[in-house]
């Protein structure tokens, strides 16, 4: 992520509607879907400035990670403690010490060079009855001057996701997408920013379309999401600007990660 892109995170992500949106997303599909009634140990890989670990804190104890000492010093800026800089690719942490993994807007990045040993680290460092939850870009059709700002590699489908979680042994217990309803308004913003960047000056810096919105547009944003948070905790969304994915280790394949 370009450095420019932190600050806009730290200062954001706490109202925006987007982050709001989609850690209530993550909420309802943790509780419909698991029994996390117990103080567990959770590990933010790649945490950014760090407003999930705050989320996550509700579930016990919590860990973050990330390679930028940029977004580690956001997070301290949060109050937030037991931070590492680590890559993803190789976690500093003891075999099956963690309950639950999450990587959020992570797997996408230009530096991830195999996905799948990414996900086969986090293997390793779930108990067996842990659980990894996943958010992250959906659908190449929607590859715009964001992604470049952001750094990303890919976006993904349910299908090649699906197939790399099983290649590093892990049975997806939920998977489909979110920002279903806003689909098509997004799908034409990226239209217009990949025109845009055509007749711009090459030199120019990249920038997301993250930024500041009305608040009377951004509550209104929020909704959409929200409801699409009722709706996953029942089913599954065909198609979305993300990819959302919660499962668990699948027995007898402790030794792909070991």
């Given at each position: 992520m370009e450095k420019s892109e932190y600050r806009k995170h730290f200062d954001l992500e706490e109202n925006h509607w987007w982050f709001r949106g989609r850690r209530k997303i993550l909420l309802n599909l943790l509780r419909s879907r698991t029994n996390?009634?117990?103080t567990i140990l959770w590990l933010d890989a790649g945490c950014g400035t760090g407003i999930n670990l705050k989320l996550f804190e509700l579930y016990g104890r919590v860990f973050g990670c990330d390679y930028s000492e940029d977004a580690l010093s956001f997070c301290r800026k949060r109050g937030l403690r037991n931070l590492v800089r680590a890559d993803v690719q190789k976690l500093p942490y003891k075999k099956g010490v963690f309950d639950a993994v999450s990587l959020l807007d992570v797997l996408y990045h230009k530096n991830i060079s195999d996905d799948v040993e990414v996900l086969r680290e986090v293997h390793r460092l779930l108990k067996t009855d842990g659980i990894i939850l996943i958010a992250d870009s959906a659908f190449k059709i929607l590859s715009s001057p964001h992604d470049q700002a952001v750094h990303a590699r890919e976006?993904?489908?349910k299908k090649t996701l699906k197939k790399k979680?099983?290649?590093?042994?892990f049975e997806p217990l939920r998977l489909g997408y979110?920002?279903?309803f806003l689909f098509p308004i997004i799908f034409m913003v990226?239209?217009?920013?990949?025109?845009?960047?055509?007749?711009?000056?090459p030199h120019a810096p990249v920038q997301s379309d993250l930024k500041a919105v009305h608040p009377i547009l951004n509550a209104l944003l929020y909704t959409v999401l929200a409801f699409e948070a009722f709706l996953i905790k029942k089913i599954s969304l065909p198609w979305g600007s993300s990819i959302i994915c919660l499962a668990y280790p699948r027995q007898g394949s402790r030794n792909l990660s070991s």
């Amino acid at each position: 992520m370009e450095k420019s892109e932190y600050r806009k995170h730290f200062d954001l992500e706490e109202n925006h509607w987007w982050f709001r949106g989609r850690r209530k997303i993550l909420l309802n599909l943790l509780r419909s879907r698991t029994n996390l009634d117990r103080t567990i140990l959770w590990l933010d890989a790649g945490c950014g400035t760090g407003i999930n670990l705050k989320l996550f804190e509700l579930y016990g104890r919590v860990f973050g990670c990330d390679y930028s000492e940029d977004a580690l010093s956001f997070c301290r800026k949060r109050g937030l403690r037991n931070l590492v800089r680590a890559d993803v690719q190789k976690l500093p942490y003891k075999k099956g010490v963690f309950d639950a993994v999450s990587l959020l807007d992570v797997l996408y990045h230009k530096n991830i060079s195999d996905d799948v040993e990414v996900l086969r680290e986090v293997h390793r460092l779930l108990k067996t009855d842990g659980i990894i939850l996943i958010a992250d870009s959906a659908f190449k059709i929607l590859s715009s001057p964001h992604d470049q700002a952001v750094h990303a590699r890919e976006r993904y489908k349910k299908k090649t996701l699906k197939k790399k979680l099983e290649a590093a042994g892990f049975e997806p217990l939920r998977l489909g997408y979110f920002n279903f309803f806003l689909f098509p308004i997004i799908f034409m913003v990226r239209l217009k920013e990949r025109f845009a960047a055509k007749i711009k000056d090459p030199h120019a810096p990249v920038q997301s379309d993250l930024k500041a919105v009305h608040p009377i547009l951004n509550a209104l944003l929020y909704t959409v999401l929200a409801f699409e948070a009722f709706l996953i905790k029942k089913i599954s969304l065909p198609w979305g600007s993300s990819i959302i994915c919660l499962a668990y280790p699948r027995q007898g394949s402790r030794n792909l990660s070991s």
